[in-house]
């Protein structure tokens, strides 16, 4: 019998605690016993705040029935008080008292008497019936979680649960719950009226002033108790808020039969995730005011990308804090970056690596569809001396470093090439047409930038965009120069300098050289290592949706047509390499007899029978 009785306490000891489906039913319970925890926390406040001044309520209306339940009976005093005074007057005139006790006249008390008793006796039963709701809500709170935690197995402690759980829905347990306090602000307004009753008879002026505060305070009440009702967001309410909710959405349904929210929290809630937009920018706003520490950054930046990943309006709120110059993002996040380079080397890679591609969503979601000199305005020119400080710091960070700069120097690029192009047209509007002459001699400024292009290997980092900055700078003192004289000598025909024409032309065409240097760049770091998902979605933003037209017909170290092959080695994207072939169809009408496009031809034909089509279509449209 031992052993049997072993043999089956062990098996059910195990079943207890170990049973397959307990991981599931644990994760029930880690939920649902926080919420009810936090419920019966906040049961157990409310209800010793209302047996606090229930207390005292009652103890204060006791204090007046003392004094008032006297006027509704006869006060014996008075007549023994007359019967004694007759018989002092008889013994005054010398005879003999032989007087008779007096016949007590009907007592009738007064009618404000009645309603004075009676409203405060009303208000001590509702302050007594308030004190006795919340003793009994705090012990079914405290049996509600014993219950529902008392067995140790999970799966029977979650059912438990559940059935308990369900039984407070059915009985509407929290609809009581809020409904204890209505009885006591019932009691409350009873003792005022009463209060009122109580002073007119003594004295009309006490009592009309009475009158005149208590009518104040229901319309105050009455406010107050509408408020939430008429705006989702109002933080003021009272009991009667929810029965006048439900009665009023009660009406609705039944009128306009649709569904809508049965509580007050629910409609806060809903109102709180829909037109979201200018309180999610203002919310973050001063949480970036707020942030002022390294340890407290981090997990903002860590978030950015997540939060761009939802698109829509999330990318509208991160432009309006990249604009804010009292916030400055731009410049904090890289400030962010910059001081990681002082940690140790894991915490310095995470932080970094966070940093990084916070940098890259700003850039590839926020820039998208801007104007180009967006990117100048919401990051300072350290930006690029920073990444380059990376560079060769840790190679976990090579990949999203790439793509990072190369998307942030695309940008800074193409608001170059923007900027020149709007000089170009309003040297248009004054009438400049071509030919130039092409015998001016360079400016110092090209000269400084042209030297980055003229060695072996062109390089585009932040000492290239600051000499070209420098000479889109110089290029726009000329051009208001210019400008200037040309607006003081009309009708007459323009007069634009040589020098101004040929470096505004060399500038774009330097430019366009550059952009073509960062995607040979960037393609070559991207094929020398397993990119992230930035470097993917780098590669279609400045390769996919690049317009090679503007690409000068030349050939440089290693054309784009070049790269872009290579990828598509490497690469099973049906998608991409349909876009490769339309890229590189684009290539060969430009530079037929390129032999970087010959070379990419023999790449294609390398991959056998997967390329077959488009290759069949590129020769076609090739001797088209």
Not at 112 to 134: I, M, P, T
Not at 151 to 163: L, S, V
Not at 409 to 419: A, E, K, P, W
Request: charged share 20%.
């Amino acid at each position: 019998m031992a052993q049997t009785s072993q043999t089956h306490g062990g098996p059910h000891s195990t079943q207890a605690t170990d049973r397959p489906s307990a991981r599931i039913w644990s994760v029930y319970l880690s939920h649902t016993d926080t919420l009810d925890r936090a419920m019966a926390e906040n049961w157990k406040g409310n209800m010793d705040a209302l047996l606090i001044f229930a207390g005292l309520f009652s103890a204060s209306i006791t204090a007046f029935l003392v004094e008032s339940y006297k006027t509704l009976a006869p006060d014996p005093t008075i007549a023994l008080l007359s019967h004694i005074s007759l018989q002092l007057a008889t013994l005054a005139n010398g005879t003999q008292p032989n007087i008779a006790p007096p016949v007590q006249p009907v007592f009738k008390p007064t009618s404000a008497s009645l309603l004075c008793n009676a409203l405060w006796f009303l208000s001590l039963a509702f302050s007594l019936a308030c004190a006795l709701a919340a003793t009994l809500v705090d012990q079914w709170a405290r049996s509600y979680l014993n219950q529902s935690q008392l067995h140790p197995a999970p799966h029977k402690r979650a059912r438990i649960r559940a059935y308990l759980s369900d039984g407070l829905i059915r009985f509407r347990m929290i609809a009581v719950v809020e409904a204890i306090p209505t009885l006591l602000h019932i009691s409350l307004f009873l003792f005022f009226a009463g209060l009122i009753e109580f002073l007119l008879p003594i004295n009309v002026v006490i009592g009309k002033l009475s009158m005149v505060i208590l009518g104040f305070c229901s319309a105050l009440y009455l406010v107050i108790t509408l408020l939430p009702i008429l705006y989702n967001d109002s933080p003021y309410r009272t009991p009667m808020s929810a029965f006048c909710w439900w009665t009023l959405q009660s009406f609705s349904r039944f009128v306009y039969s649709g569904s809508q929210p049965t509580t007050i929290s629910q409609a806060q809630e809903l109102a709180a995730t829909t037109e979201r937009d200018t309180r999610d920018e203002i919310a973050l706003r001063r949480t970036l005011r707020y942030l002022t520490e390294d340890t407290e950054m981090q997990p903002f930046v860590e978030g950015i990308p997540g939060f761009l990943s939802e698109g829509g309006v999330n990318v509208t709120i991160m432009r309006q804090l990249l604009a804010d110059t009292d916030i400055r993002l731009g410049t904090r996040i890289v400030l962010h970056l910059r001081r990681s380079g002082y940690q140790d080397a894991p915490e310095k890679a995470r932080t970094a690596v966070a940093c990084l591609r916070a940098l890259w969503s700003l850039v590839f979601n926020c820039c998208e569809h801007q104007s180009p000199q967006s990117i100048k305005d919401w990051f300072d020119d350290e930006t690029l001396p920073v990444f380059e400080t990376f560079k060769y710091s840790n190679p976990s960070l090579t990949a999203y470093l790439t793509s990072t700069t190369a998307l942030f120097t695309m940008h800074i690029l193409d608001s170059f090439l923007s900027s020149a192009t709007a000089i170009e047209n309003q040297l248009s509007e004054l009438g400049v047409g071509s030919p130039w002459s092409n015998s001016a001699e360079p400016w110092i400024e090209q000269s400084r930038v042209q030297r980055y292009f003229t060695g072996s290997s062109p390089e585009v980092g932040s000492g290239c965009i600051m000499a070209l900055k420098a000479w889109l700078a110089r290029i726009r003192r000329s051009f208001a120069v210019t400008k200037t004289e040309n607006d003081s000598r009309r009708p007459s025909p323009p007069y634009i300098p040589d020098d101004l024409m040929q470096s505004l032309f060399s500038f774009q065409a330097v430019v366009d050289e550059a952009r073509v240097t960062v995607f040979n760049d960037f393609v070559d770091a991207l094929l020398s290592d397993s990119p992230p998902d930035e470097a993917w979605e780098t590669f279609y933003s400045i390769v996919i949706d690049a317009d090679l037209s503007v690409f000068p017909c030349m050939e440089l170290p290693r054309l784009a047509a070049d790269h872009l092959l290579d990828m598509v080695t490497i690469l099973d994207n049906e998608k991409l390499v349909e876009e490769a072939k339309n890229i590189t169809t684009s290539y060969l009408r430009m530079c037929p007899d390129s032999p970087s496009a010959s070379r990419a031809l023999f790449i294609l034909q390398s991959h056998g029978e997967r390329y077959a089509a488009p290759l069949a279509e590129l020769f076609n449209l090739d001797a088209q």
